[in-house]
């Protein structure tokens, strides 16, 4: 069963405060990929990665790092968090072997202060 | 370009009636097409996909989906809804170019279904 992971579920910080968010994901994919969701506005990709090292700028990146540490690894990095990040962040991975389905995460609850 | 269309950003039914959700996409060459859900307060879910083959796909939860590659869309229905059918459901369209591959999602059609 394909399976990912998020920490923390829930985050509250301050703006200017510094936030990352981790994902796992024990399904051997090579692609990962960091949403934000808010009213009005679906799915927005904030950056994506092919394998270990390897990142993606997505289509709303401002304001936003990333970094894949391991095939399993892909971590989001706010280091100025501001209020207009306050969100619902998930987390996908997925692969071409797998017809490009992606598997989710929970979410991550994000507010900013 | 690419894109997804869900017209009806909420759509209202009655419990026991049918029901028909609507994706229209714009892609050059055979996509890959989804439908997922994300019923409240969870992640989202897969509902259906389709690539290639028979174009009428079965999914979960008694919906099924007809591909129609003339009219660009790729529909959902279900013959009876159930009140815990009240989600969030979106469509999307895999686009692939050399190493890159990612969906590009509709805004989603929110499902309230009165018991």
């Known amino acids: 069963e394909a399976a990912v992971t998020q920490s923390p579920r829930n985050k509250v910080t301050v703006t200017g405060g510094n936030v990352t968010l981790s994902c796992r994901q024990t399904?051997?994919?090579?692609?990962m990929y960091w949403y934000r969701q808010d009213t009005g506005h679906g799915l927005r990709l904030i950056h994506y990665?092919?394998?270990?090292?390897?990142?993606q700028i997505g289509d709303v990146p401002d304001g936003y790092k990333a970094t894949r540490t391991t095939q399993e690894d892909f971590f989001l990095l706010l280091e100025l968090a501001s209020p207009s990040q306050t969100s619902l962040y998930f987390c996908?991975?997925?692969?071409?072997?797998?017809?490009?389905?992606?598997?989710f995460g929970p979410g991550t609850r994000l507010t900013v202060l | 370009a690419q894109s997804v269309t869900q017209p009806d950003a909420r759509v209202t039914v009655s419990q026991g009636a049918s029901l028909q959700l609507r994706c229209k996409y714009s892609?050059?060459?055979?996509?890959?097409l989804f439908w997922y859900v994300q019923y409240p307060r969870q992640g989202l879910q897969l509902l259906l996909k389709?690539?290639?083959?028979d174009p009428v796909v079965q999914g979960v939860n008694g919906f099924e989906a007809e591909f129609s590659k003339s009219n660009s869309s790729f529909h959902p229905r279900k013959a009876s809804v159930h009140w815990s059918d009240s989600a969030v459901y979106f469509c999307?369209?895999?686009?692939?170019?050399?190493?890159?591959?990612?969906?590009?999602w509709g805004l989603g059609t929110s499902l309230v279904v009165n018991p």
């Open positions: 990665s092919y394998g270990a090292g390897n990142l």
């Open positions: 999307a369209v895999s686009h692939n170019v050399g190493d890159n591959s990612k969906l590009i």
């Open positions: 389709y690539y290639s083959g």
């Open positions: 892609y050059s060459g055979t996509p890959y």
């Open positions: 399904n051997s994919h090579n692609y």
């Open positions: 996908a991975s997925s692969d071409w072997d797998w017809g490009y389905e992606q598997y």
